[in-house]
């Protein structure tokens, strides 16, 4: 009996230092000298309690999430911050590893928010859902958040508006809807994505105070004009995507962008001859009409030009040249005299109905002192084949996952 006494409180006693070892070394997870940094073991903690969040991940990246070393996480960048002179978490990039939470639930609030030395945030083809939480933009060198491709909603997260560091901002492919805020174009980025939302009321007028070089506004639900202000941004901005609105109006100032599938009206205004570096200009499924400028045929470095479905009825020599090489497509509008055109029908019907548009005049504009046809360069007056131009970089935003 006592033998059995005996080796039954051993075997207590060996439980109880095994419990006890398993609870030291849990303490030493936990303890700021199992870290190279204090700020890194706040980021432990940021990980860890987000980890507890995340119930789907097909690529099991969790399971690199374990240790003291957060940064040989999956996903996850390292680098002395400057200002602290201590290592820290700079960097998430979770592109592609849709993740999904508990319940259909993955809040970004209680992580992008904690991370307090984010650079930057890149999670494309996840399962966030929400909002941007209050607290991100006090991150002090934020500069890219791409949140394209997850399943956020709401009104526009107005929080990206106070990070003021920003330089890349991809909201596209969620469901963000109501309107877009002015202030948004006061925003110091290169790159501003809104494709695929539910956005809509009219595009502020404050756009032609953007510096941005890339914006698309594509499938949304926009309507009214496209603002004047544009003209004040075209030394700035490369491409700008407004394709599938519902927009309206007069064009009367125009740079680098795609305005195809909306319900702009009038002759293609002459200072579009202005472009002298438009590559790609796609004005196709509106309601433009009346000649085509002979100068927008004439511009250097044209690759592509897409003026089908629409009502121009009339083509000049320059023009012709570009329908020969492939150059320009203008089917199915009221040129009677070439092939796939809309029927003399349909052409009168459309021409039935009075079209005016406000402050005509300004169609007449050409503020760069265009050259003359005459003076025009040998290249420019070449029949042979135009180089292609790249892919624009605005196009690519047009599929969900990851440029």
């Known amino acids: 009996m006592m033998s059995s006494n005996i080796s039954f409180c051993a075997s207590i006693l060996f439980s109880i230092c095994l419990l006890h070892l398993c609870l030291q070394h849990d303490q030493v997870e936990a303890q700021p000298g199992g870290f190279a940094s204090p700020r890194l073991r706040n980021a432990f903690n940021v990980i860890q309690n987000f980890k507890s969040k995340i119930q789907s991940d097909p690529k099991r990246v ?12 999956t996903g996850f960048t390292c680098a002395v911050v400057p200002d602290f002179k201590q290592r820290s978490v700079i960097g998430v990039d979770f592109n592609g590893f849709l993740f999904g939470g508990k319940g259909s639930r993955l809040p970004l609030g209680g992580f992008i928010d904690k991370l307090d ?18 607290g991100t933009a006090k991150h002090r060198f934020f500069y890219e958040l ?3 491709n997850n399943k956020l909603s709401g009104a526009f997260p107005t929080e990206v508006l106070a990070a003021s560091n920003l330089t890349f901002l ?18 110091d980025v290169d790159v501003l994505f809104l494709n695929n939302n539910n956005l809509f009321q009219q595009i502020p007028r404050t756009l ?16 009214g004009t496209i603002p004047r202000s544009i003209g004040q941004a075209s ?7 407004f394709l599938k609105n519902g927009l309206s109006g007069n064009l009367k100032q125009s740079t680098v962008f795609d305005v195809s599938f909306n319900q702009l009206t009038g002759p293609i205004p002459l200072s579009f001859g202005c472009l002298s570096n438009v590559q790609l200009l796609n004005l196709a499924n509106n309601k433009f009409y009346g000649a085509v ?4 045929c004439q511009l250097p470095k044209l690759a592509k030009l897409t003026l089908a479905k629409n009502w121009f009825t009339q083509v000049g ?23 796939n055109q809309r029927s003399a029908a349909d052409c009168a019907n459309f021409f039935s109905k009075p079209r005016q548009c406000p402050n005509e005049r300004s169609l007449t504009i050409i503020p760069c002192r265009r050259r003359s046809s005459s003076s025009t360069s040998s290249e420019e007056k070449s029949d042979g084949p135009q180089a292609l131009a790249p892919a624009p970089l605005s196009y690519r935003t047009l599929v969900p996952h990851r440029l």
């Open 235 to 241: 030394n700035t901005l490369y491409e700008v995507l």
């Open 117 to 134: 030395d984010l650079v930057f945030f890149h999670a494309n083809s996840n399962n966030f859902t929400g909002t941007v939480p209050p």
């Open 293 to 296: 400028p002979e100068s927008v």
């Open 62 to 73: 969790t399971a690199t999430w374990v240790g003291n070393n957060v940064c040989n996480y």
């Open 208 to 223: 032609g105070s953007t510096p941005a070089h890339y914006i698309t506004f594509a499938n949304n639900k926009f309507s």
């Open 146 to 148: 791409d949140l394209s």
């Open 170 to 187: 991809d909201l596209r492919f969620n469901t963000f809807n109501n309107s877009v805020p002015s202030t948004v174009f006061n925003l």
């Open 317 to 339: 020599p320059q023009c012709r040249k570009l329908i020969r090489k492939g150059v320009l497509d203008i089917k199915l509008n009221c040129i009677l005299d070439l092939p």
